[in-house]
């Protein structure tokens, strides 16, 4: 069975202190996988696309990573703007569809 | 002004009573989609339509039914609402550029609480 699992749940960080967020996928087919950002009672916001292993893409504190069977989501010196909820996404060739992991929830403290 | 937008934002009703979510989209994308979200689990699929005579079902169908009026507009309807229906949910469109799943983009989304 297709399924995204994130880790941890919930983060917390002071300002400044880097770390990563982790996405374990077993997606048949996996076409795709995908970063989001939500913040409370909004919709997700598109980060990144990874489309295949060893590929890294940057978007200012943000960086991801794949590999064969997971996905980092680095975060580098963390501003408490960064505080969200953070998706990852497998989009499953098989089922033509997205299978959304539950998501980590960071907080970062100033 | 926003891409994807719904309508209601905030919904409450009745056990039993039919419900219809609204969708539309200016980013002129073919394929369209309702996610429900509840709290510790992930997005979950309810339909999608990948142009407008093409419907299909998604992870958790049951109890809902959809309609594609337009290319920009896709409609999820609750036939009679029961509590455990209560979610936020999201519409959500994408195109298929130059053979590859590119991303979604999301609405704001719709709260429903039902009694």
């Known amino acids: 069975e297709d399924q995204v699992t994130q880790s941890p749940e919930a983060l917390r960080l002071q300002e400044g202190e880097s770390s990563s967020l982790n996405c374990s996928y077993t997606?048949?087919?996996?076409?795709?996988l995908f970063w989001y950002r939500q913040d409370p009672g909004k919709g997700p916001e598109f980060l990144f696309t990874?489309?295949?292993a060893g590929e890294e893409k940057e978007k200012e504190r943000l960086k991801a990573t794949l590999t064969k069977k997971e996905s980092f989501l680095h975060i580098t010196a963390p501003k408490p703007e960064d505080s969200a909820t953070y998706l990852c996404?497998?989009?499953?060739?098989?089922?033509?569809?997205?299978?959304f992991g539950a998501g980590t929830r960071l907080a970062v403290h100033p | 002004d926003a891409d994807v937008t719904q309508t209601p934002r905030n919904r409450i009703t009745k056990t039993g009573k039919r419900i219809m979510l609204e969708c539309s989209q200016t980013?002129?994308?073919?394929?369209m989609y309702w996610y429900r979200q509840d709290p510790g689990l992930g997005l979950r699929l309810i339909y999608y339509?990948?142009?407008?005579?093409?419907?299909n079902k998604g992870e958790i169908s049951d109890g809902y039914s959809v309609s594609r009026q337009a290319q920009a507009k896709f409609s999820l309807s609750l036939e009679s609402a029961i509590p455990n229906q209560t979610a936020l949910y999201f519409c959500?469109?994408?195109?298929f550029g130059q053979g590859r799943y590119n991303e979604q983009f999301f609405g704001p989304g719709t709260r429903l609480t039902v009694l």
């Open positions: 959500a469109t994408s195109d």
């Open positions: 997606v048949s087919g996996l076409r795709g």
């Open positions: 990874l489309y295949s």
């Open positions: 996404a497998g989009y499953s060739g098989g089922y033509n569809k997205l299978i």
């Open positions: 980013k002129g994308h073919d394929r």
């Open positions: 339509s990948f142009d407008v005579k093409d419907i």
